[in-house]
Structure formats: C-alpha cells, structure tokens
C-alpha cells in the first residue's frame, strides 16, 4: 500500500507545478471576471453583488447583437473554406512527386508568423491603393483608387477574412497532413485496385479515417476566429466592432462604473464560444455514432 | 548467483489477472527456460522478479531473502530485453559501463571489466561503435554483455532471440548457453518458442494463462507430458480419444493399442483419455498385398492400417497426413522413403511412445 | 496516375505561390522610397534617396536608435525566450506523468490543460490585467512572461506528452535494471533521449510568444513594446506599401523563418509541427 501511496505522490507532484500554474494565471482571471460581471467590482466602486444588470445591459443593446452576427460571420466562413481547402492542399500534397517539400515550405510559412503580418500583407495588397489596385488600374479596369471595391474596413470584412484564411489555410494543411502521414497510402492504394476513382477512394476510404483531425482543426479555427481580437481592429469596420472589440471598447469606457460591462461581454464571449464548440462536436459525435463509431 | 523462489504470486492489470498464485523455484547456476504462448504472462512474471513492476500478493525470494521491496536497481540483476536493446545516444562502451558507473565506479575504472564481457561475447575492439551502427546481432550481443558485467546475481532474458534471423539465432543461442556456462549465473529466460527453450535451458516451465502447467528438464516435458495443453504446444503430435482397457491397453478409432506404464493411479479401467502420440513416433510402412498385410496382422506390436492422405516436403524429412478408420494423423519420416498420396500403408506404433492424458478432451 | 500527380502538383504550386508571393512586394517596398498610386514599381529607392531627408527612412530608420526597434526586438526575446524556458520546466513533469501514468481523472486535467487554447484570450486578459495590477507586476517582464505562459503552456505540455509517448519505457526500465535509480534513469537515459523534442518544445514555445499580441498589448500597457506590439502601430497608422512597416513586417516574421528551417531540420519532418496541434485529442 506504501507503494500506490508514493505512486499517487509522484503522480500529484508531477501535475502540481503545471495545474497550479493555470489555475492561477487562468481560472483566477476567468474567476475575477465573472464576479465582476456579476456586481462586485470595488475598483470600479461598483458594490451590487450579485446582479444581472451588466448582462442585461450587455444583451439588450443592439450594439451586441450586431457585434455577435458579425463575429459569426467573420469567424464561420473563413473556418468552413479554410478546412476545405487545407484538406484539399493536405491531400495533393500527399501524391509521391519531387518538391513537395520545398513548395510545402511556402504553405508552411503563415503559420509561424503573428496574424499581424498577415494583416500587413492584406492591406498592402488589398488597400484601395494597394498592389492589387494597382494592377487592376494598369490593365485599365479602375480609373482611380475609389473604383476598387473597400475590402477592408468595411462590415462585409473580406479584409479579416482574408488575414484568417491567410493562416488558417495553412494550419489545416499541417494538420491534415499530419494525420495523413499516420495512416500511409496502403488503404488509398487498396481501394484504387479494386476499382474506385480517385476522388472515390479519398470519399470512402480516405476521408472518414482524417475526419476527426479534420474536426480538431476546424473547431481550433472557429475558436480563435470567435476571439480574435487585433485583426478585426485593425481591418474591421469602425461600427460595430466584433465581440472581442466590443469587449474592450467597454473596458476603456470614460464611465468607470459601467465597466463591468466589459466581463459581461468577456463572460458572455466564453459561454457562447464554448457553447458553439459544445454543440459541434457533441453534433459529431453523434454523427460518429450513427456511422457506428464508438 | 542465486536460487530464485517464487511464492503464490498474482498480478493483475485493471482487474484482469495476469499471474494467479504462481509458485516457481530455480536452483543456483540453472539456466530455467520459461515457455509459453503470448499472454500468458511470462514477460510479467520476469518483469516482476527484476521488480520493475510489483506484485499484488505473493513473495519473491532470492536466496531466501525476500526482495519485493528492493527497488529494482538494487536487486544486482541483469537483464537482456526483447526491443530496443541498447541505449541510442551511448557508445557500446557506454552502454556496457552504464550499470558499473550506476554503483559508482568511473567511465575509466569500469574500462578493464568493459573489455573483458566485450571479448566474452566476441566483439572486442567495438567500443566505440554506436548501437545504430551494429548489426541486429551485434547489439544483441553487447546487451549480453551490458547485462553481465555488473556481475549479477541473476540474469534474465526476454524472449532474447525473437528478433534475429534464423542464423543469427543459432549462433546467439550457443554464445548464450556458453557465457551463462563460463558465468555459471542462475538464468530465466522467458520464450514463446520451443526449440529455443528446450535447447537452452537445463530444466524449464510451461506456462499457460492459468498458471504454470509442468516443471522439469527439457526432455521429461517433451516425453511426458502432464497434460494435452502441454502436449500440443511442445512439438507436433497426434492426439487420439480412446478408453482405458485394463491399465496396458486403450481402445481408440484405430483399433487397440498397448500403453506406456501409466504412474500409478493416473487412470483407471474404462477411464475416457487422449492417448499422446508424437509423429515422429510412428513408424510407416508399405502394406504390401494381401499376403504381406496377413503377415502384418499377426505382429505383436501396435500397427494400424492407413492410407496416405497428402505430403509435405519438410526438407530431410516429410510430414504426411494419413488417415486410418476415422482417424487422422500426422506422420514424420524421413524422406528417403516417400509414399505417394493413395498408397496402403501399415503404422507402426510401439507401446513405449504412447502415453495416456486424462480428460476426454482435456484442453 | 499521371494525370492526378501532375494536377497535384500544379495545386501545390498555386498554393506555395499564393501563400508566398504576398512577401514579395513587401521586399521590394522595403527598399523603396517613394510609391505612389498608380506606379506598380516604387518611384524612388532607398539608396538614392539617402541624405536627402533630414531624418532616415525605411530601413536606415528601423536601424536607427529612434525607431525603438532594438528594445522591442530585444523584449520579444527576453519575453520569448524566458516563457518557452518556464513552460517547457513546469510542463515537463506534467508530460512525463501524462505519459507514463494512468489514473482517474486523467482525461479531466488533460481537458483542463488544453482549455486555455480554446478560451477567449480577451476574456483571461482584462482578468488578468486586473490581478496582475493587484500583485503589482503589470507593466513588467514578470507580468508579460506570465501572461504569456497561457497560451503557451498548453502546447507545451502537449508536445511533450507525446514526446515521452514516443519513447518506449523499456529504456528506462534497462536502466533501472542495470542499477540506476529513477533519477537517474530520468537524467542519464530519458533527457538524453528526448533532446530533440525538448528542443522542438522550446522553439514552439518561444515561436507562440513571440506572436502574441493582444495579452502583451493589455498587460504592458504599452509600457513595454515587442515587435507584434510595434507592428500594430505600424499597420494601424502606415499607409499600404510603406516603407517601414514592410521591413518591420520582414523582420517580425524572421523568428517563425528561423523555426520553420529549424523545426525541418530537427525533425526531417515537414508535418511535425501538426502533430504537435492537438491532433491526438480528435482520435480519442
């Protein structure tokens, strides 16, 4: 029994350091927010505790309901392209040939670099003045820099989607890639002698064997898409601002007793993006479950 | 060296026993083979006795001295693993001198003790290879050597040939018997095959999920085993229903046949048994005409009269499937004599080399 | 097969093309000094333009102690190369425990060490601003290391939970055999062993470090500048094409360069970092 005893020590002493690390850098920040959120906030001099007027404040306005289509948005469609073609690169560049090494090497290079980069490259290319433009004007389409379409700072945020795309392409290539690497050609090869195409072989074989990297990769993208923070800023509409924008315009409001606000939002911003992801993946298992899966 | 007791020992993993009150004893300077087929638990046991992994109940006793608590680095054993022998990043003379430098003896000091175990196994001059840059062999050969240096109490080998090619593993197995001889170090050396055991051990064990099955020398196990599990799994044999007549004689599908002496009390008179014949035990002739199989028929011996079903060129000898009355067997002789699938043949079957296991269909 | 080995290739391309390509105007307009609407090449270079200005421009005024670059370059280090150090020494026994242990509520810490990646960081930031100005080390070194180990520890402890994985305990269990003691089987045989992913760890940690902007920009209070920092001014105030950002943008891009080469080289495995991006956890 001394045994299992020193066995459960080393267990604890192992996970000690990096669970009480998070606990306070996490959980205790996460923690102070949502006491805040709930009316005890004497730094702000505000002493209600608990109450509900800060999220009824916050989910009242038209200003949140704004914010939160707009963050959909801006967070789903650069998440549903991005798996598809990040499968789609992971998959060809899976075929035997010479430089697929170095030509990954290129798709590789977004993810290792800040967002801000990717922000940087848009605008250069994108900005109504940008390169794009430009070109656009030397072959005669536009005639000056307001005939090119606004693609940043407007509410239709192709600008933030781009930068999202920009990264997120590239991470979904990684990661397929990763998983495909696991599995090998055999079953794809198999499935080809007997008589699929190849598009066949990648549906029936292929695809279901990826399918929960697949799913990892594209809930990480929604997830950081939801809170993304410096992008939107940066290449969003001044009105509204995405949750996250929202959140912090609400921290750094002159009225000091309403910044509360800002961990409602912040509270609300956790609930919902954790409620979405809850409700994907319990929608994939369940869809597992009906294949049969475990 | 030591003598190893073992005690009602039991493991279990997340509630699956693996080991259920096992008792084993090996005598000082053996070298104990312990045979089994996968799962049965026999790299647990080893891995219980280097105590990398401790017991549920049970005791394990070197020399008498219980050493369930001494963690594994104090229990002066050695041991050869399956895979993944040496380390990677150390030299072979690293890798040798690991165990020494362990109990505090420096790279330098621990040089002369290096070089002796490095001609021990035939591979002097190697020190400074790295284990990538040795053959399958090779590196079996300095983790031998790695094992023993420390001088150990005892040696343990995990199933240490299973990774060679059949060449390699007839040289490896005669340097194994050969060091443990020169060393005179008690060894148990766990095995899924049987030639590897039989050749090597001077006494061993089969075990089966349910425990140990027999104990004893190698050629006891092979002649007489304790039961058909045994049977089966040590070589090739033919096993035939039949029903004890008397003490010396069974009736079986392929008529009446006399007995090995049963010790005593094993069956009795009219006792449902499997009679235990090995194939290489049955002596196959050409039945002739019908003079020749009257003549055949008035010999005292068991024969039985079959026909050959198919053959299997084995290489020096031929393995034939021979059926006689509603039998099948399995027939081994030697191949400069071939018999070709349809012919008449008589079975020749001395008394001595059929043995009786209880049960009427024991496994 | 040729057919669809050729069309793989071509989409490769266009991708390494699209993905790629974008960096290249950001060279040439790096060097440039003039770029006006409509030119598709700068007007005028750097080198002729040099000691016309009174103040240097582009890159002589990165280069130039008034830019604040040298500060910010050298913060993201420290910052980086402190937060990959603390993360890798608390995540490691947290690895190794994963890896070689099994008990209850396994699952349960290795779901509570990975939400932090899920999290909103806007929500753990302004939280943390306010403890950290409690505890007084807002606006510091501390305060941004810490802030930083967030989103690093996750991965961290990720990455080295399948390096111990990856090593089968039979070398530690010779090593125990052969008389070492669990410690010193840990040093001798497993840290060795481990090198390479200890290092991958490393980098990838500094790499995250490097990239975060949001819980630097909260917790510094523009106090303390790092290149994503500096960068977000740049971007929010320079005009498309403009000189300066586009070498700030070069050089605040060199350090996942420098990773990419790195990570190639260490592992000969050009998707070893996805391996390190949760991807086990879909499996389950």
Not at chain 2, 336 to 346: E, H, K, L
Not at chain 3, 2 to 27: C, E, H
Not at chain 3, 101 to 123: D, M, N, S, T, Y
Not at chain 3, 200 to 217: D, E, K, P, Q, R
Request: charged fraction near 15%; hydrophobic fraction near 50%.
């Amino acid at each position: 029994m001394n045994k299992a005893r020193r066995r459960q020590l080393s267990i604890f002493l192992g996970l000690a350091p990096a669970l009480s690390v998070l606990t306070v850098l996490f959980v205790g920040p996460l923690a102070l927010a949502l006491i805040q959120s709930l009316g005890y906030a004497p730094i702000f001099g505000v002493r209600e505790f608990p109450t509900l007027r800060f999220y009824t404040a916050v989910l009242g306005s038209t200003r949140f309901r704004l914010a939160f289509w707009y963050t959909m948005l801006y967070a789903l469609v650069p998440t549903v392209l991005s798996t598809i073609f990040g499968t789609w690169l992971a998959v060809a560049a899976r075929a035997r040939m010479r430089g697929v090494r170095f030509l990954s090497f290129f798709v590789r290079l977004p993810l290792v670099v800040p967002y801000l980069v990717g922000a940087a490259l848009v605008v250069a290319l994108f900005a109504n003045g940008g390169l794009v433009a430009r070109v656009l004007f030397a072959v005669g389409i536009i005639q000056n820099t307001g005939d090119f379409p606004r693609i940043l700072f407007s509410a239709g945020g192709w600008g933030i989607m781009l930068v999202y795309l920009f990264k997120q392409v590239p991470f979904t290539f990684v990661v397929v890639s990763s998983v495909l690497a696991g599995i090998g050609p055999e079953l794809q090869e198999a499935a080809r002698t007997l008589g699929a195409s190849p598009w066949r072989a990648f549906r029936h074989v292929v695809l279901p064997r990826i399918f929960p990297g697949i799913v990892t990769s594209s809930l990480l993208v929604f997830a950081f898409n939801f809170q993304s923070y410096e992008i939107p800023l940066l290449l969003g509409p001044g009105f509204p601002g995405t949750l996250p924008v929202e959140a912090l315009r609400r921290f750094q409001l002159p009225t000091i007793a309403r910044r509360p606000e800002a961990m409602a939002y912040v509270m609300i911003i956790t609930t919902l993006s954790g409620g979405i992801l809850f409700l994907y993946l319990r929608a994939y298992r369940r869809w597992e479950r009906s294949r049969g899966g475990v | 060296m030591s003598s190893i007791s073992i005690r009602s020992l039991s493991k279990r993993y997340d509630s699956t026993p693996v080991l259920q009150d096992l008792d084993l004893d090996v005598e000082s300077g053996c070298f104990f083979g312990l045979l089994g087929p996968s799962g049965c638990g026999k790299t647990t046991l080893l891995r219980l006795i280097a105590g990398l992994i401790e017991p549920d109940a049970g005791d394990i006793l070197f020399d008498g001295q219980s050493v369930v608590d001494v963690p594994p680095e104090r229990r002066r054993i050695g041991m050869v693993f399956q895979q993944h022998v040496l380390f990677p990043h150390m030299t072979v003379e690293e890798n040798i001198a690991f165990g020494l430098r362990m109990r505090g003896t420096g790279l330098k000091a621990a040089l002369p003790a290096v070089n002796d175990v490095l001609e021990l196994v035939q591979l002097s001059g190697y020190n400074k290879r790295f284990p990538r840059q040795l053959s399958g062999g090779q590196q079996q050969r300095v983790a031998l050597a790695r094992a023993v240096v420390i001088d150990p109490v005892l040696l343990l080998l995990d199933e240490p040939l299973s990774n060679l090619d059949a060449k390699l593993r007839d040289d490896m197995r005669e340097l194994l018997r050969s060091v443990q001889q020169r060393l005179g170090v008690t060894t148990i050396c766990v095995t899924h095959d049987q030639t590897e055991a039989i050749e090597l051990s001077d006494r061993m064990a089969v075990l089966f999920s349910d425990g140990i099955a027999q104990t004893g020398a190698p050629a006891e196990l092979y002649e007489r085993p304790a039961n058909v599990q045994v049977a089966e799994f040590l070589g090739s044999t033919n096993l035939i229903p039949g029903t004890l007549v008397g003490t010396d004689h069974a009736e079986s599908p392929i008529g009446r046949l006399r007995i090995r002496e049963m010790a005593a009390a094993q069956c009795a008179d009219g006792d449902a048994v499997q009679l235990n014949i090995r194939c290489e035990h049955i002596g196959m002739h050409p039945a002739g005409d019908e003079h020749q199989s009257q003549a055949w028929v008035r010999l005292p011996e068991n024969h039985a009269f079959a026909e050959v079903v198919s053959s299997v060129y084995r290489g020096g000898f031929i393995l034939y499937l021979v059926r006689s009355g509603s039998q099948t067997l399995r027939v081994i002789e030697r191949s400069d004599r071939q018999f070709v699938p349809g012919a008449r043949v008589v079975l020749r079957i001395p008394a001595e080399h059929v043995g009786v296991l209880p049960g009427p269909n024991g496994a | 097969m040729k057919r669809s080995v050729l069309s793989s290739r071509m989409v490769l391309t266009i991708a390494a093309l699209l993905f790629g390509l974008p960096f290249l105007p950001l060279v040439v307009a790096s060097f440039s000094f003039r770029w006006h609407w409509p030119d598709l090449l700068p007007g005028a270079w750097l080198w002729d333009a040099r000691g016309t200005t009174p103040f240097p421009v582009g890159w002589d005024y990165l280069f130039s102690p008034i830019s604040g670059l040298g500060p910010a370059f050298l913060n993201t280090m420290t910052i980086g190369v402190a937060t990959s150090l603390l993360a890798a020494f608390i995540a490691l026994p947290a690895a190794y425990t994963l890896a070689r242990h099994r008990f209850r509520g396994k699952e349960a810490v290795e779901f509570f060490l990975l939400v932090p990646v899920i999290v909103p960081q806007i929500a753990v930031g302004i939280g943390m601003l306010l403890l950290f100005i409690r505890l007084g080390i807002a606006r510091t070194y501390t305060g941004i290391v810490l802030a930083h180990l967030v989103p690093t520890l996750p991965y961290s402890v990720r990455i080295l939970t399948s390096v111990f994985q990856n090593l089968d305990p039979d070398y530690e269990e010779q090593a125990r055999t052969l008389g070492a003691s669990r410690m010193q089987a840990f040093r001798r045989v497993v840290l060795p062993m481990v090198l390479p992913g200890l290092v991958t760890a490393l980098l990838f940690g500094f790499l995250i470090s490097a990239n975060v902007f949001l819980l630097t920009f909260l917790i510094s209070g523009g106090r303390l500048e790092t290149l994503p920092t500096m960068l977000f001014q740049f971007i929010e105030s320079g005009a498309p094409l403009d000189a300066t950002t586009a070498g700030l943008v070069l050089i605040v891009s060199a350090p996942g360069l420098v990773f990419l080469v790195l990570s190639d080289l260490l592992t000969g495995d050009p998707v070893a970092i996805g391996r390190t991006t949760l991807v086990q956890d879909a499996k389950q």
